[in-house]
T-cell receptor, first 114, second 113 residues
Framework: DVKVTQSSRYLVKRTGEKVFLECVQD?????MFWYRQDPGLGLRLIYF???????EKGDIPEGYSVSREKKERFSLILESASTNQTSMYLC?????????????FGPGTRLLVL | AQSVTQPDIHITVSEGASLELRCNYSYGATPYLFWYVQSPGQGLQLLLK????DTLVQGIKGFEAEFKRSQSSFNLRKPSVHWSDAAEYFC???????????WGAGTKLIIKP
């Protein structure tokens, strides 16, 4: 079974803090994705990566950065957390056909920024 | 801009009744089509997908979906729902022109005992 794990299920941070969300997949997938999920808005893509050290902006990259130093790990960084970044963050991975492949999701991190 | 519409935010169905969740997309050519389910406290899981061929697709947990090109729809169905089907369901579409995945807003399914 493909497994995607996320470092935290729940996180509470203060405005202005630097926040790291980590995601690890165990299926040797080339592609990894970070989404945020908000009620009524579905999933919105923040960033994705198709290879180590490669990244592409998604629909809402502002206020976020990412890092992929190893194939299995994809980190999302909030440089200076703000209250409007309170959300559910989902990580996913997929094989070499990118968006056309099934995406495998982690359980999500619910982030509250106070 | 391409979009995916799930017109029902919530649907309430009695246990044992049939279910149909609607999904429409705006795009001229045949896209890649997916349905995912998010059960409470769990990550999203693929239910089924359509790329080409037979327009009626079978998925896991007894779900099926039918691609109708003329209606730009990919509706999800189940003949008899179980309480464990209570979840949020997302339709997603990949547009071949840029290979981006576009998500619907989701439909929350509530099961009445």
């Amino acid at each position: 079974d493909v497994k995607v794990t996320q470092s935290s299920r729940y996180l509470v941070k203060r405005t202005g803090e630097k926040v790291f969300l980590e995601c690890v997949q165990d299926m040797d997938h080339e592609n990894m994705f970070w989404y945020r999920q908000d009620p009524g808005l579905g999933l919105r893509l923040i960033y994705f990566s198709y290879d180590v050290k490669m990244k592409e902006k998604g629909d809402i990259p502002e206020g976020y950065s990412v890092s992929r130093e190893k194939k299995e790990r994809f980190s999302l960084i909030l440089e200076s957390a703000s209250t409007n970044q309170t959300s559910m963050y989902l990580c996913a991975s997929s094989g070499d056909r990118g968006f056309r492949e099934t995406q495998y999701f982690g359980p999500g991190t619910r982030l509250l920024v106070l | 801009a391409q979009s995916v519409t799930q017109p029902d935010i919530h649907i309430t169905v009695s246990e044992g009744a049939s279910l149909e969740l609607r999904c429409n997309y705006s795009y001229g050519a045949t896209p890649y089509l997916f349905w995912y389910v998010q059960s409470p406290g769990q990550g999203l899981q693929l239910l089924l997908k359509y790329f080409s061929g037979d327009t009626l697709v079978q998925g896991i947990k007894g779900f099926e979906a039918e691609f109708k090109r003329s209606q730009s729809s990919f509706n999800l169905r189940k003949p008899s729902v179980h309480w464990s089907d209570a979840a949020e369901y997302f339709c997603a579409v990949v547009i071949d022109s840029n290979y981006q995945l576009i998500w619907g807003a989701g439909t929350k399914l509530i099961i009445k005992p």
